[in-house]
Each structure stands twice: as C-alpha cells, then as structure tokens.
C-alpha cells in the first residue's frame, strides 16, 4: 500500500501519520507542491497537511490542488486534511473558508458533537478533549459532511465526509521538531496570539503522546476501511 502526503511548506510534514505508517508497513510519498507540482494519483491514502498560506489565495497551484482534492473526495479516497488540508477539502466539497475572531494556538480544548460521539475514531475520546492548533481561518460545515467537534472560536473543528475521509482543523501529528519549526517560521503568529513559544511547547509536549495516539487510531481506521 502507498499513500500520498501533500505539504505545502518544508517544516510541515506528516510527523506521527507517517510513523502510523511506517509501522504498517505502508510506503510514503511525500509532494512539496507548490514546488514539485501534484502527483499523478492519490495513492491508497491521500494526507494532506498545513500551511501559512490560504486556500482563498490566488496561486494557480491551490486552484489545481483543490480540484484534485475534490476528486479524489468523490472517488470515495481515503483522505486526511490537517489545518489548511482541513480548509481544502471544506472549499473543495463547497464550503466557505473565511477569517475566525481570532488565532487559535497550541493546546486548544474542543468538544464532541453528538455525532462525534459515535464516530468510529473519535468516539473513545472524552466529551472535551486538547489538541494542537496553529489556525487562523475557520470554515463552515460542507453538505454531506457529518461534523465532529468545535471550539469557541472555531465551531467546526472536524468533519468526517463519508465513512473515508476526515477533515481536521487540529494537528494530532504534531512532533516537537515540528511545534519549534512553526515557532520559528511563522513567530509573528506566536506573538500576536499574546504567546511565548516556550509556552507554547511546555503546555503542548507532555500532551503529544495522546494526540499521536488518536493519529495512529485514524491511520488504522483508513488503512483497514481501504482492504
């Protein structure tokens, strides 16, 4: 089996999803698109990650992507869409992507919906639980779509399209390389959020072990619904 990892800067990768992997004995793609172009299929499993950028820009590329996000949605592709993947696969299937009332970073409490509470991965999590978040656009609930969780701030925090295909506004991938390398790269953010990046990553580590848990339970989840 292969699956296919969008990114769209070098210091988001699929951190813990590619470990789901590996251990799974499952190959690896990974496309730097605005870089190297899209690759020719979706593979058996289609990750798709963050980036500062909006899927509301006018770069060629993001059109090209979004259209080929929507089609490997409607073949019924098993799908992952982290942050801006998130965004994508909401503006490909029709919904709107817009600005929210603020950033939302690092640990970040959300809450099941009902539905939530019957969905088949996230539904052994608690009624409120914390994940990592590095967003500032929010979006609304796609038609088909079943939603899964929200915040205050951001009132659809996953979406769940069909039985295969898992739209997430959070990172449950995130490694600790990748919390400083956002730190890094995109400071500005930290700082108008009225955040430290030692904050940021104090709070955020010792939780890291079950958000990579909840990847690992979705990885499995795809991997066994692909067979």
């Known amino acids: 089996m292969r699956a296919v990892c969008l990114q769209h800067v070098p210091f988001e990768g699929s951190g ?12 690896l793609d990974s496309y730097l698109v605005p870089k ?7 593979g058996d499993l289609l990750i798709v990650m963050g980036g500062p950028m909006s899927v509301n820009d006018p770069d060629p590329w993001i059109a090209e992507e979004t259209v080929f996000i929507r089609s490997s949605l409607l073949a019924n592709k098993p799908v ?27 640990m970040t409490p959300v809450r ?22 590095w967003h500032g656009e929010i979006f609304d609930l796609p038609n088909d779509c079943v939603p899964l969780a929200g915040s205050d701030i951001a009132p659809l ?10 739209g997430l506004l959070f990172h449950l991938e995130m490694e600790e390389g990748g919390i400083d ?33 909840m990847a690992d339970r979705l990885i499995g989840h795809l991997l066994t619904r692909t067979r």
Do not use: W
Not at 157 to 166: D, H, K, L, V, W
């Open 16 to 27: 813990a999803f590619a470990k789901a992997l590996a251990k799974r004995g499952v190959s």
């Open 36 to 42: 190297d172009g899209l690759p020719q299929d979706a």
């Open 80 to 106: 992952i869409g982290v942050c801006l993947g998130s965004q994508f696969m909401a503006k490909a299937l029709g919904a709107t992507v817009r600005s929210g009332k603020a950033l939302e970073i690092g």
């Open 112 to 133: 099941l919906t009902d539905k939530g509470k019957n969905d088949p991965v996230f539904g052994d999590c608690p009624e409120t639980f914390s994940v990592f978040e």
């Open 157 to 166: 925090q996953a979406f769940r399209y069909g039985e295969r295909a898992y």
């Open 181 to 213: 390398s956002l730190c890094r790269e995109c400071a500005p953010d930290v700082t108008k959020a009225g955040l430290t990046a030692q904050q940021v990553k104090t709070t955020a580590l010792p939780q890291l072990p079950q958000l990579h848990h």
